[in-house]
């Protein structure tokens, strides 16, 4: 409401002319300059309204986001997780089992052999496909007597998703109880309790069967180690992961 001016002395008249100018108030019309009193409360009401509006311009602590480690395991989770969609229904790995340096990983290639080539690394318990711009996917691996007493250069002659498992007859003299899966006998069936596993792939020299194989395990425990049989062990959910990336006749190097 806009203020006038409003005048508290009357009409002058007569000698009232001569008489003191009247007072003007500036005032808005219908109020009074604010008492000392008052004027204490507005000081401290405003002075609490900006106390208050501080307040709620405090913001909480920022929460601190997950450690390194607890990324690494929440991916391990995902890429070892239960696979249902399997024939034969894969359970989640027990990461307790496994020693977190075996977890697949893409890591800067120390092989220096050519993009597409397998390569064991018997001595450190990982197998690494080499991938473009010095890259490779790292798997870490078990490793049976086979999977030491073979070297050298060959390749994968061909692969097969949940393989019938025949084991030699060398292997059948020494545990005379595996002789129900001789190659007469058909071998043993696929399914989590075969030793090969979700996924075999098969090491040729030229036309020749090297009996070596990469292939995969339930036995999360052997990772990383030295296990009585077998040749080169992955996880299944890791056997599966290379499988799908390596054609036949792909390059492999066993050092």
Known sequence: MPCRIVSTGARQTGDQARSPAPHHDTACAGTAPPSPARRMFLTGSASAAGLLLAGCAIRPPRQQGPTAEELTERNAAMMYRAMPEEPFPIPAVDLKKVDARYYRATVPDPTGAPPGTVYVDTANFYLYLVQENGMARRYGVGLGRAGF???????????????????????????????????????????????????????????????????????????????????????????????????????????
């Open 149 to 255: 007493a073979w070297s050298g250069r060959a390749r994968i002659a061909w692969k097969k998703e949940w393989p019938t498992w025949t084991p030699p007859d060398e292997m059948i003299a020494r545990q005379p109880e595996l002789a129900p899966y001789s190659a007469k006998n058909g071998g043993m069936a696929p399914g989590l309790g075969n030793p090969l596993g979700a996924r075999a792939l098969y090491i040729f020299e030229g036309k020749v069967d090297t009996l070596y194989r990469i292939h995969g395990t339930a036995e999360a425990w052997s990772i990383g180690r030295a296990v009585s049989s077998g040749c080169v062990r992955l996880l299944n959910q890791d056997v599966i992961d290379l499988y799908d990336r390596v054609p036949p006749d792909t390059p492999i190097i066993v050092a």
